[in-house]
Nanobody
Framework: VQLQASGGGLVQAGGSLRLSCAASGRTFSSFTMGWFRQAPGKEREFVAAITRSGGSEYYSDSVKTRSTISRDNAKNTVYLQMDSLKPEDTAVYYC??????????????????WGQGTQVTVSS
């Protein structure tokens, strides 16, 4: 599956952004989808994941009260709504996909397809 992330940009602290990730190439509903991010000088980290049907969502502790992951299988798109953004949310955000049945949704190696990333910059 090919993934194309979009929606990043420059926003002030306290603001909101909605990231989108469009998928093509295979049946979107067969994929568990995740969002990861990588800040400058840091390792890539898990942000959120959503199961194939959208019935379950998973979040990192750092974003779980401020973010919502969702998907529209008819549009082959997964979204990440981020609110109350903080400067520490500044990073390149990547969407990822896997057909594996996961026990740990934050395990990067379990995701087999990755998008190119979209930059989110939060100014203080």
């Amino acid at each position: 599956v090919q993934l194309q992330a979009s929606g990043g940009g420059l926003v002030q602290a306290g603001g909101s952004l909605r990231l989108s990730c469009a998928a093509s190439g295979r049946t979107f509903s067969s994929f568990t989808m995740g969002w990861f991010r990588q800040a400058p000088g840091k390792e890539r980290e898990f942000v959120a994941a959503i199961t194939r049907s959208g019935g379950s969502e998973y979040y990192s502790d750092s974003v779980k009260t401020r973010s919502t992951i969702s998907r529209d299988n008819a549009k082959n798109t997964v979204y990440l709504q981020m609110d109350s953004l903080k400067p520490e949310d500044t990073a390149v955000y990547y969407c990822a996909a896997t057909t594996y049945v996961l026990r740990d949704y934050d395990t990067q190696n379990a995701y087999t397809s990755w998008g190119q990333g979209t930059q989110v910059t939060v100014s203080s």
